[in-house]
Nanobody, 131 residues
Framework: QMQLVESGGGLVQTGGSLRLSCAASGRTFSSYAMGWFRQAPGKEREFVSAIMWSGDSTYFTDSVKGRFTISRDNAKNTVYLQMNSLKPEDTAVYYC????????????????????????WGQGTQVTVSS
């Protein structure tokens, strides 16, 4: 079993930055691809970013490319989402996820953008961007 706990959310002005953290426990963290999703009120949960278990491949949804970066520190069992140049439309609850059922696998990029590819989820952290 893997437990995921997000932190780092908060209120920020348009153009500001936040760094979200997701701390994992219970499994060998370095064996699993990790992802970030977000959900705004009244909307579906959508893919934001993902990183391969090996750390050598990253993926981003088009709306955040050039503004967000994803990284992982296996020694700390933590994945990060650095969010820069934030916009009001980035306001959402951000969720950390792990592909817990596919350790050490390498699928095509589209796989990591699908919510159904992830089996372990955190509780979410609120990000609010004021205009």
């Amino acid at each position: 079993q893997m437990q995921l706990v997000e932190s780092g959310g908060g209120l920020v002005q348009t153009g500001g930055s936040l760094r979200l953290s997701c701390a994992a426990s219970g499994r060998t963290f370095s064996s699993y691809a990790m992802g970030w999703f977000r959900q705004a009120p009244g909307k579906e949960r959508e893919f934001v970013s993902a990183i391969m278990w090996s750390g050598d491949s990253t993926y981003f949804t088009d709306s955040v490319k050039g503004r967000f970066t994803i990284s992982r520190d296996n020694a700390k069992n933590t994945v990060y989402l650095q969010m820069n140049s934030l916009k009001p439309e980035d306001t959402a609850v951000y969720y950390c996820a792990a592909d817990c059922q596919s350790p050490l696998r390498r699928y095509t990029g589209g796989y990591y953008g699908r919510r159904s590819s992830y089996d372990c989820w955190g509780q979410g952290t609120q990000v609010t961007v004021s205009s």
